[in-house]
C-alpha cells in the first residue's frame, strides 16, 4: 500500500530542528560538568525558581512536537495507534536528551521541572490531535488540501507555513530573506584579525556600497514573488490560485509589519513601506497575479530564477548599523533562542526553497 506524503511530517522534522536549536544554543563552550559522574546523569535537578516566561515556553513548545506527531502519523496512513506513539514518545524523551545534554554547556541550566514541562507540552499536542481527528479536522485538511493543491505539495506547504515566520527576522530589505553574507564578512574579519592576511583582505571583505532605489525595489519585488510562485508550483488550476496569491501577499505585509513592530516599536510597524519599497512590493503582487495563468513547472522555473535573483542582491545589500544596535540588543534579551530560531529560518529559507523547486522541476509528471 503506498502511503501518502503528509506536510505534518515535514513539519515535524522542522520543529525537532528548531527544538534543537532552542535547546543547545549558543552550542559552546562544551565541558565536562566537574565533580559530576555518570549515573548522575539520569537525575535532572529541581529549580530553585520558576520564571513564568520559561514555564510557558517550555510547555507550548512541545505542543506541535505531539500534535504534528500524531498528525504524521494518521495521515500517513500507519493508524490510530502509531500516531499515539509517535506523538506521546518522542516529546519526553527528546526533552530528556536536551536536559542531559545542557549539562555539558555551562550556559544552560537543566532542569527537572522543564522536562515535565516539555513532556506536558507534547501531550497536549497529542490530546489536541485526537479531539481534531475525532471531529474530522485531519480529513478536512486533507480534503482542503487535495482541493487546493496538488501532489507530492508536502514539502512546499512546510515551506510556506514557515515562510512567515522567516520573515520575523529583521533585515535592511523588507522580505529579503537570505542575507548571510554580512555575517560572513564579519566572521571571516575576526578569523583574519592579527594574522598577515588582516591587511590586504579586512578592506576588501567589509567594504559595502548602498543600493540604488531601483535595485532596492526589484528586491523587494523578488521577496514578494518567490514564494508566491512556489505556491502556484503546487496550485491546482483555477480562481483559487488568486486567493491563494491574496493571501499569501497578506501574510507577508503580517509578517513584516510584525517584525517591524517587535523591532523598532508598534508605532512603526509599516516605516518599511518608503518610496524604494512600495513600488517594489506593488510589482511583486502584479506579478505574482499574473503569474496564476500560467503552468505550475513553468512557476516552479521562475520562482527559482527569482530566488537566485533574491539571494545575490540581499547578499549585496550593506548591514544596517541601527538595524544591528536592535538585533543586538534583543539577541541578549530573553528572545535569544526565539530570535535565533528566527535569523536561521530566514538565513535558510530561500536555499531549501530553491533545492525543491529544482528537484520539481527534474520530477516527471506534472
Same mark, same amino acid.
Not at 270 to 275: G, K, N, Q, V, Y
Given at each position: =500500500? *503506498?502511503?501518502r506524503q503528509s506536510s505534518a511530517t515535514w513539519l515535524l522534522m522542522a520543529h525537532?530542528? !528548531?527544538v534543537l536549536y532552542a535547546s543547545l544554543y549558543p552550542f559552546w563552550p562544551w565541558r565536562w560538568p566537574p565533580g559530576m559522574g555518570l549515573p548522575w546523569l539520569l537525575s535532572l535537578p529541581w529549580p530553585q525558581r520558576f520564571w513564568s516566561f520559561d514555564l510557558e515556553v517550555n510547555l507550548v513548545g512541545y505542543v506541535p512536537l505531539g500534535l504534528l506527531g500524531y498528525a504524521a502519523a494518521v495521515r500517513s496512513g500507519w493508524g490510530r495507534g502509531a500516531g499515539l506513539l509517535l506523538g506521546l514518545l518522542p516529546g519526553p524523551l527528546l526533552s530528556f536528551? =536536551?536536559?542531559t545534554l545542557q549539562f555539558f554547556l555551562p550556559g544552560r541550566v537543566p532542569s527537572l521541572s522543564d522536562w515535565a514541562l516539555n513532556s506536558a507540552g507534547s501531550t497536549l499536542g497529542v490530546l489536541l490531535g485526537l479531539v481534531l481527528h475525532a471531529l474530522g479536522g485531519l480529513r478536512h485538511w486533507e480534503d482542503l488540501r487535495d482541493h487546493w493543491f496538488g501532489a507530492s505539495s508536502a514539502p512546499a506547504l512546510a515551506l510556506l507555513a514557515l515562510w512567515p515566520l522567516a520573515l520575523l527576522y529583521p533585515t535592511p530589505l523588507p522580505f529579503g530573506l537570505g542575507q548571510w553574507l554580512p555575517w560572513w564578512r564579519e566572521t571571516l574579519v575576526d578569523t583574519l584579525d592579527g594574522t598577515p592576511w588582516a591587511l590586504h583582505w579586512g578592506p576588501a571583505v567589509t567594504l559595502q556600497h548602498d543600493l540604488p532605489p531601483g535595485l532596492e525595489a526589484l528586491a523587494t519585488a523578488l521577496g514578494v514573488l518567490a514564494p508566491m510562485l512556489l505556491a502556484l508550483a503546487i496550485a491546482r488550476p483555477g480562481l483559487r490560485r488568486v486567493a491563494l496569491i491574496l493571501g499569501g501577499l497578506g501574510l507577508g505585509l503580517l509578517?513584516?509589519?510584525t517584525a517591524t513592530a517587535m523591532n523598532i516599536g508598534p508605532d512603526h510597524a %509599516?516605516? %518599511? *513601506?518608503?518610496?524604494a519599497t512600495r513600488p517594489g512590493l506593488v510589482l511583486g503582487g502584479v506579478l505574482? *497575479? !499574473?503569474a496564476c495563468l500560467l503552468p505550475s513547472r513553468v512557476c516552479a522555473a521562475l520562482g527559482a530564477l527569482a530566488l537566485c535573483a533574491l539571494i545575490s542582491i540581499v547578499s549585496l545589500a550593506p548591514s544596517d548599523p541601527y538595524l544591528a544596535l536592535n538585533v543586538q540588543a534583543w539577541e541578549n534579551g530573553r528572545f535569544v533562542n526565539l530570535y535565533g530560531l528566527t535569523r536561521w529560518l530566514a538565513w535558510t529559507w530561500p536555499f531549501v526553497a530553491l533545492a525543491w523547486l529544482l528537484a520539481r522541476l527534474v520530477q516527471r509528471g506534472e
Open positions: =500500500m *503506498l502511503r525537532v530542528g !528548531l536528551q =536536551m536536559e509578517g513584516t509589519a %509599516w516605516a %518599511w *513601506l518608503t518610496d505574482a *497575479l !499574473l
